[in-house]
């Protein structure tokens, strides 16, 4: 299977314990997205990647949370002293941006559901 | 910002056709997409539009109208399968996804 890959599929967690979730996305896909997605909700942005730099956090990404993509492959996203209000879906998304020309299509991981008792 | 608006549920009958109705205000716009989500699954990408008008992918149609704001799904053919949601997301210029809450579609036999 060459498309996104998320690790757990699932995560249930104490409040207050940190977790950690990785992404691979498609290889040679020079950008990567996380978004987070509630019942009834669409996505939401969170920050992306273009190759190692990350280029834009949300607002809704507060101090607790981290991302990185230390070698422009995959990456990792951090939540430190979980809350309640974190529990949701945490989507990954790759895509590879080409200048000019090209659609940029958005193709997405199967998601880490997280559940914070 | 990003202001997106879709119906929230839709029902419709096995071999019809359902239009699901996309509306956007936005800051900056370049492109609209849709997407195919089936519960506890990832979003996959069914059309993109950029220009006006109409592209047509198989059973699955997508037009769009930037002067109005407007965009709509056409589903023609209905199958049980196609029962998931749809999400219209507008993408701006630097290429980040703003989605609306989604529209379920049941398909009854």
């Known amino acids: 299977d060459t498309g996104v890959s998320q690790d757990p599929r699932h995560k249930i967690t104490k409040r207050g314990q940190n977790v950690t979730f990785r992404c691979d996305p498609i290889s040679e896909h020079n950008r990567l997205y996380w978004y987070r997605q509630t019942l009834g909700q669409g996505p939401e942005f969170l920050t992306y990647f273009q190759n190692e730099a990350q280029l834009e956090k949300s607002r809704l990404l507060s101090d607790r949370f981290s991302a990185e993509r230390p070698k422009g492959s995959f990456s990792t996203l951090e939540i430190q002293r979980t809350e309640q209000g974190d529990s949701a879906m945490y989507l990954c998304a790759s895509s590879l941006l080409t200048s000019g020309m090209g659609t940029d299509t958005q193709y997405f991981g199967p998601g880490t559901r997280l559940t914070v008792l | 910002g990003q202001n997106i608006d879709q119906p929230t549920e839709m029902t419709a009958t096995e071999g019809a056709i359902v239009q699901i109705n996309c509306t956007y205000q936005?800051?900056?716009?370049?492109?609209l997409f849709w997407y195919q989500q089936h519960a506890g699954e990832a979003p996959t990408f069914l059309s993109y539009n950029v220009l006006d008008g109409l592209e047509e992918k198989g059973r699955f149609s997508s037009f769009l109208s930037r002067s109005k704001g407007y965009s709509y799904l056409l589903l023609k053919e209905l199958q049980m399968k196609d029962s998931a949601s749809y999400l219209c997301?507008?993408?701006?210029?630097?290429?980040?996804?703003?989605f609306g809450a989604g529209t379920t579609v049941t398909v009854r036999a």
């Open positions: 936005t800051s900056g716009f370049n492109g």
């Open positions: 997301a507008v993408r701006d210029h630097d290429y980040k996804l703003s």
